[in-house]
């Protein structure tokens, strides 16, 4: 029930083109719904993350899309750019209790934009 | 721009010996987290920290596994004696509230136990 399951596992896209990772999760506890990126030798980075309050939110050529009823969460990168090659992760954490901050990340999924 | 910094970026030991990995957190942060990632696997949650304790653990943390807060600046996780399956790299994260803030992650520490 603590998981979040991310598909594909591996996505290639050209310039330009649309890139989209989809989540799942069963925990209806679940209240935050981050989006990081990580590059080789990095730690993961913030991108983007929403509440379950709103069905969309966008920020420059990311948007998360959210659908509360099918507990499913989508990443879409428009325009993508050979800078956006990196690994993505989709995570979750719970509304309440000392597991508020507690991240549960999905399996990653590793994006490369072809120039 | 503030970043959560990690000593050391490579460890490696033998089976059985304690590692102490070490992270300095955002200073004005006030929570405190560990993740390790498996190579080519996701990054799992071990344990948060608030307030000089322990938050949450997950199944992972045992009792081979603590973490400290020695001084004002930095935050410590102790593996007491390594097992193989301990390689991995290991993430120390801070945020400055609980609900929903964003958690910026250190480089992590490589750690390959022999």
């Known amino acids: 029930q603590q998981q979040v399951k991310q598909s594909p596992q591996s996505l290639i896209v050209q310039k330009g083109g649309i890139s989209i990772i989809n989540c799942a999760y069963e925990?209806?506890?679940?209240?935050?719904f981050p989006w990081y990126q990580q590059f080789p030798g990095k730690g993961p980075a913030l991108l983007i993350a929403i509440r379950p309050d709103v069905s969309e939110k966008k920020e420059g050529r990311f948007t998360i899309s959210f659908n509360k009823s099918a507990k499913q969460f989508s990443l879409h990168i428009m325009d993508s750019q050979p800078g956006d090659s990196a690994t993505y992760f989709c995570?979750?954490?719970?509304?309440?209790?000392?597991?508020?901050?507690?991240?549960?990340f999905g399996q990653g999924t590793i994006l490369t934009v072809h120039p | 721009e503030p970043e959560v910094t990690q000593t050391p970026s490579h460890q490696v030991t033998q089976m059985g010996q304690e590692v102490i990995l070490r992270c300095v957190p955002i200073?004005?942060?006030?929570?405190f987290y560990w993740y390790r990632q498996i190579l080519g696997q996701k990054v799992e949650f071990l344990v948060s920290f608030y307030n000089n304790e322990i938050s949450e653990k997950s199944e992972i943390f045992d009792d081979q596994f603590s973490v400290e807060r020695p001084d004002g600046s930095n935050f410590t996780l102790k593996i007491r004696s390594t097992k193989l399956e301990d390689s991995a790299m290991y993430f120390c994260?801070?945020?400055?509230?609980?609900?929903?803030?964003?958690?910026?992650f250190g480089p992590g520490t490589r750690l390959t136990v022999l």
């Open positions: 200073s004005n942060h006030l929570y």
């Open positions: 994260a801070s945020s400055v509230g609980w609900a929903g803030d964003e958690q910026f």
């Open positions: 995570a979750a954490s719970p509304a309440g209790g000392t597991s508020y901050g507690k991240l549960t």
């Open positions: 925990n209806t506890a679940f209240d935050y």
